[in-house]
């Protein structure tokens, strides 16, 4: 749909390309850039100098990499979404509960994106920030919000951006992710049992607004050794749903 949106200026999106490259690879040289998205040495040179001169990038010698002033864009954007508003506090209470690693997500542009991110005293030290795009057939936090959408949506975002596996549990199968994303809407909960990650599981429950719609999700994540099969079928759950129980009555308000 946005490939073929009128009236886009090729050099923006030529600029917004190199950003997403240095976010994705860190500090770059014009060489390694130019590679990396089949340009020039010289339009990736100038896109870079312009951004330097704007303060969106810094160099190190040859290196550019991104600069602190995109820390003030996400930190507005974040601070700025209702859900993280109503959310921030259950989810430090749930890392400090549980004592793992708490998640809040909400869907955009058919990608699961991180609004806010806790570790309780034992979490897995993984590398989460706020803005992380994750999909979302193969995350608890994702099917938890997938369950609730419309099944056209859900249709769009499958034929946008596939069902690709990211380990060997991940879904890949239409059918079979329809059969759970019934089951979530049925018991109120999702899980990811190594799906996203090898060795971590996931619990999720969806963030309802009054009118139906799904604001977002919540989760506890664990590495399977400390989440057994009761804990995971159970215990979590239950944590979890209370979780989203209170965003949903601070949301609803």
Do not use: W
Not at 1 to 19: C, F, G, Q
Not at 108 to 128: P, T
Not at 160 to 173: C, R
């Amino acid at each position: 749909m946005t490939e073929n949106a009128p009236h886009r200026v090729e050099t923006s999106r030529k600029t917004i390309r190199v950003l997403d490259a240095l976010r994705e690879h860190g500090s770059s040289s014009v060489t390694f850039l130019a590679r990396e998205l089949e340009m020039n040495k010289s339009t990736v040179h100038n896109h870079l100098s312009t951004l330097e001169a704007e303060k969106f990038v810094v160099r190190d010698g040859t290196d550019y990499e991104l600069s602190l002033r995109l820390l003030g864009f996400g930190g507005y954007v974040q601070h700025r979404h209702p859900l993280y508003q109503v959310a921030k506090r259950e989810v430090h209470r749930l890392a400090s509960q549980t004592g793992e690693l708490a998640n809040l997500m909400v869907e955009e542009y058919g990608q699961g994106v991180y609004l806010a991110s806790e570790q309780g005293e034992r979490a897995v030290d993984l590398d989460i920030y706020p803005g992380l795009r994750r999909p979302l057939h193969a995350i608890g936090l994702g099917k938890a919000i997938l369950a609730h959408l419309s099944p056209e949506r859900v249709d769009d975002i499958i034929d946008e951006h596939g069902l690709p596996a990211e380990t060997d549990q991940t879904i890949t199968d239409r059918a079979e992710l329809d059969a759970q994303l019934a089951t979530v809407r049925d018991r109120g909960y999702a899980v990811d049992n190594e799906e996203l990650i090898r060795g971590l599981r996931c619990v999720g429950a969806p963030i309802i607004a009054k009118d139906g719609t799904v604001l977002g999700a919540i989760s506890v994540s664990q590495p399977v050794s400390r989440m057994n099969n009761e804990r995971f079928t159970d215990e979590v759950p239950d944590i979890v749903q209370s979780a989203a129980n209170v965003i949903e009555l601070h949301a609803n308000h």
